[in-house]
């Protein structure tokens, strides 16, 4: 788990961002219990993901279906050699990622989703440790 290899439960607070509510709240509550045991909370007016630019997957793919086969070929691969299971409903459309937040509730860095690949661990670790010693100075 990202936040486990962050230790960011010793002095960060985390929230997931969700946008829709009544799709799939079965799923959502899955994936709150399996993987992401922290606050959620439904941001019915995209404010963060328009934050992070309000990002959508799939215009190039108009053009390039195959593309999208393997992507979603690829995508499935890399979260069963993980283990993690859950479902297809939703849009699946718009990408999210993470804001970080400085005890202000100012944002300090942002990493936008790249849809097909892994959150890069090393950096957002670099991240949470600038954010630290910023803080403690």
Same mark, same amino acid.
């Given at each position: 788990? +990202?936040?486990? !290899? ?5 002095? $960060? ?15 959502v509550? &899955? $994936? ?5 045991? $922290? &606050? ?9 993901? !328009? ?20 992507? +979603?070929? *690829?995508?499935? #691969?890399? +979260?069963? #050699?993980?283990?993690?299971?859950? *479902?297809?409903?939703g849009?699946? $459309?718009? !990408? ?6 400085d ?10 989703? &790249? ?8 950096? +957002?670790?670099a991240?949470? *440790? ?5 803080? #403690? #100075?």
């Open positions: 788990m +990202l936040a486990a !290899q962050l230790d960011m439960t010793k002095d $960060f607070g985390i929230v997931g961002v969700i946008k829709e509510i009544g799709v799939d709240d079965e799923g509550v &899955q $994936f709150h219990d399996d993987y992401f045991n $922290f &606050q959620l909370y439904c941001d019915k007016t995209y404010s963060f993901y !328009q934050a992070l630019g309000d990002r959508k997957v799939g215009v190039h793919f108009v053009f390039n279906p195959l593309a999208f086969v393997d992507l +979603l070929c *690829n995508a499935y #691969s890399r +979260l069963t #050699s993980k283990g993690v299971e859950g *479902n297809m409903v849009e699946g $459309f718009t !990408q999210g990622g993470l804001i970080f937040f005890p202000d509730g100012k944002p300090k860095y942002a990493y936008e989703e &790249q849809t097909g690949q892994d959150v890069p661990i090393r950096d +957002l670790v991240v949470v *440790n600038a954010m630290r010693k910023e803080a #403690s #100075s």
